[in-house]
């Protein structure tokens, strides 16, 4: 009974550690309105289909509060074309360096994070923030910068749309350097809608935290098996 009742209490003591983490590092973000950018037609792996392309307001709301090292209000660009918007969310703030989208990597996240580094400060229109999104759209889901081909396709005759994405691309594949940029992961509901943003990137859960719980529970484990050979 004693073996049962330590092995019972540190799995019970491991869940709690975890639980206490992840909601510690747990932030709320609630959907303010859409800033610059206009309507757009994609191809979205060979379906068809309207989207808004562009700046997405948010704010922090909560008993969390704002995290520090961020604006308490921010625009953000829309990271997956498979979830849609939903208020309020509940999300983890990572790195853009876990980013991928469509099995692509390993370089997609940072790419993604130099578009929007480099030219989110510098939107000052429609045109330019739609050809932004659709940019890191391009970025994240193709593994060719092709607006014509692949996973994702812009459908449009918007000529000055189509130069400024690719004006965008064209700087990417010549100035690319390793750069971060905030993913705002959803973890309550986990099918809302993925963004990056500005801000202090603060990796959740803490990846050498979560070896040390995982390094216990097997220590516990193997503990437990050796006592009941015994």
């Not at 965008?168 to 390793?178: D, E, I, K, M, P």
């Amino acid at each position: 009974m004693k073996q049962k009742s330590f092995f019972s209490g540190l799995l019970t003591t491991l869940t709690l550690l975890v639980a206490s983490t992840l909601n510690a590092n747990a932030y709320t973000l609630s959907y303010t309105g859409l800033g610059m950018g206009q309507n757009v037609t994609i191809n979205n792996n060979g379906v068809q289909e309207a989207c808004f392309a562009g700046q997405i307001g948010w704010q922090f709301v909560g008993g969390a509060g704002t995290p520090t090292g961020y604006s308490s209000t921010f625009n953000a660009y829309c990271v997956s074309l498979a979830n849609n918007l939903q208020t309020p969310m509940d999300v983890a703030l990572r790195s853009s360096n876990d980013l991928t989208r469509n099995g692509n990597s390993p370089n997609t996240g940072p790419k993604a994070a130099w578009l929007f580094n480099t030219y989110a400060n510098q939107v000052n229109s429609n045109v330019t923030a739609a050809a932004l999104q659709i940019a890191i759209w391009e970025t994240l889901y193709d593994s060719s910068a092709s607006l014509n081909a692949g996973y994702f396709q812009l459908v449009t005759s918007d000529s000055t749309l189509t130069n400024q994405v690719n004006t965008y691309l064209g700087a990417l594949n010549s100035g690319f350097t390793s750069t971060t940029a905030t993913w705002f992961q959803p973890t309550n509901p986990s099918n809302a809608q993925d963004m990056l943003g500005a801000g202090a990137v603060s990796n959740v859960p803490e990846p050498g935290l979560m070896s040390l719980f995982a390094g216990s529970s097997l220590s516990g484990l193997y503990i437990f098996r050796r006592k009941r050979r015994k």
